[in-house]
């Protein structure tokens, strides 16, 4: 409803400017010798504004350009990190299931990609140690600068 408003409101002033400039008897005379241009009032301003709005697009145009590299890095990084989630969100699936192998190597990739990194090593730790793998347990907690006795409240992690 809001867009039918907005079209006859421009429909309208369409009529309004058509109806003042027909009956706009000004003119412009434009003089550099040896030549001599004269313009009606109301053409001069339809190509002032016209003038203005291709300008006004040109830069526009030109700045959107200038910005795309920044876009596609943000894009990109976005997209990166979005897969990350992902891959922590199928590792902490994984490991709830109980396969702790899968569980591991998604965790330790999520890990990889900078994801919640005390989390993922919590994750890959407790399934590195469910599958024995105690070297690799300590080698997950030592990434984020942890130890075992630094988890006291989840001491199931490593037992």
């Not at 109806?19 to 009606?40: D, H, I, Q, W």
């Not at 989630?85 to 990609?113: C, I, N, P």
């Not at 990434?143 to 630094?150: A, E, M, R, Y």
Request: proline share 3%; with cysteine.
């Amino acid at each position: 409803m809001r867009s039918l408003f907005w079209v006859l409101a421009i429909l309208g002033l369409a009529v309004a400017l058509t109806m003042a400039a027909k009956y706009n008897a000004g003119y412009v005379l434009l003089v550099t010798p040896p030549y001599r241009a004269e313009f009606s009032l109301s053409f001069m301003t339809f190509l002032l504004l016209a003038a203005f709005v291709l300008v006004y697009g040109l830069l526009r145009l030109g700045i959107s350009t200038l910005n795309i590299p920044g876009q596609v890095r943000a894009f990109r990084e976005e997209r990166r990190k979005e897969k990350a989630r992902a891959t922590m969100h199928e590792g902490v699936k994984e490991f709830a299931a109980g396969h702790y192998a899968k569980a591991e190597e998604l965790a330790a990739s999520a890990l990889e990609q900078g994801e919640e990194p005390e989390t993922n090593a919590l994750i890959a730790a407790r399934s590195a140690d469910a599958l024995k793998a105690f070297d690799r347990r300590d080698a997950y907690l030592a990434q984020v600068g942890k130890s075992c006795s630094d988890y006291p409240e989840a001491s199931w992690v490593v037992e």
